[in-house]
């Protein structure tokens, strides 16, 4: 995403551009590169804390469909602004561009926080993130299904080193905690997979609208989704039955977790391009393992250490060699 202004500068006719002496120039770009990669790491800390905070609010008593209602309450009106603020000075949406985005709302972050959410219930904070991880070799298979996109040996290969280390992980918690396990870890991957078919559809869309006013829009239907979901299936009045310690991390969720790494990760991808933001977003999985056992109690074995490094080292080999085939 880029943004620039709207006018541009006059010379003079024989006026010689000005240059930056080479050193400040390689400063300049040191600078915006270390921002850059510290935007994305905060981002993905950020972002690996939803998994946390859910579920410490289970602990209260709550269900799925209140706890995200509460979390997509409280960032609406940050989505609306920034839908807003992208918006501003640009054309109307057609019928069709609003159809795309409430559809592209609908699947990629009201269906899958809702399937994230509820697969929470069952399955570790741990595993959660690594199953979530898996996102880009999800968005090559539905490439290759849709498009018949082909696949690089390294690709493949980053494919199998990662998966195996979710296997590994998930075995060891279902001789832990059950079969519930099983359930758990299919909702969370249900949910990388709706996520991962929103960014497969996305790219037009994207192309047309810009990547901010797309999240704004996109996410604040998604929004409203969530809020008819709750008035549906449950009674009005039981709003006031929730827990204010609920409502208290509901609020950190929406804003710490939610809307403030977006934004995070939008400016890091302007200094350093997507491909390294990803890469940076490797914490994710190690910052969520740390919090979950030294916040929730989690337990941390040789199993999930090493299905972890599993999953963090295929997904580096599968970027790198999806890196490469792009250059």
Not at 62 to 83: N, Q, S, W, Y
Not at 93 to 117: E, H, N, P
Request: net charge positive.
């Amino acid at each position: 995403m880029r943004f620039c202004g709207g006018g541009g500068l006059k010379h003079a006719p024989h006026a010689e551009p000005a240059t930056a002496h080479p050193r400040q120039a390689g400063t300049g770009a040191g600078q915006a590169r270390t921002a850059g990669l510290l935007l994305a790491i905060f981002g993905a800390i950020a972002f690996s804390g939803k998994a946390i905070i859910v579920k410490l609010a289970y602990r209260y008593g709550v269900d799925a469909v209140t706890l995200i209602m509460l979390r997509m309450l409280f960032a609406l009106p940050i989505f609306a602004a920034m839908g807003w603020w992208a918006s501003r000075g640009k054309p109307p949406l057609s019928l069709r561009d609003w159809l795309g985005v409430v559809g592209l709302g609908f699947c990629g972050y009201y269906l899958s926080s809702f399937l994230d959410f509820a697969g929470l219930q069952f399955i570790s904070a741990s595993l959660e993130r690594l199953i979530l991880y898996l996102n880009p070799t999800l968005v090559l298979l539905l490439a290759w299904l849709l498009y018949r996109k082909s696949f690089a040996r390294r690709q493949l290969a980053g494919m199998a080193i990662s998966y195996c280390g979710v296997v590994l992980v998930f075995g060891h918690e279902v001789q832990i905690a059950g079969p519930s396990t099983a359930l758990g870890a299919a909702l969370v991957f249900s949910s990388a997979v709706t996520y991962a078919i929103y960014l497969v559809y996305s790219g037009q869309l994207v192309r047309r609208l810009g990547s901010l006013r797309l999240v704004g829009l996109a996410t604040s239907s998604a929004c409203l989704f969530c809020l008819l979901q709750y008035a549906v299936l449950r009674p009005l009045g039981a709003v006031f039955e929730i827990a204010p310690q609920v409502v208290w991390l509901s609020v950190l969720n929406a804003t710490l977790c939610t809307a403030v790494p977006v934004l995070l990760v939008m400016m890091a991808i302007e200094r350093i391009g997507p491909a390294l933001a990803a890469q940076s977003g490797m914490v994710g999985p190690l910052s969520t393992i740390m919090m979950g056992v030294l916040i929730l109690g989690e337990p941390f074995t040789a199993w999930i250490g090493a299905g972890t490094v599993l999953v963090i080292a295929g997904i580096f080999v599968f970027s790198r060699a999806s890196s490469a085939g792009m250059g």
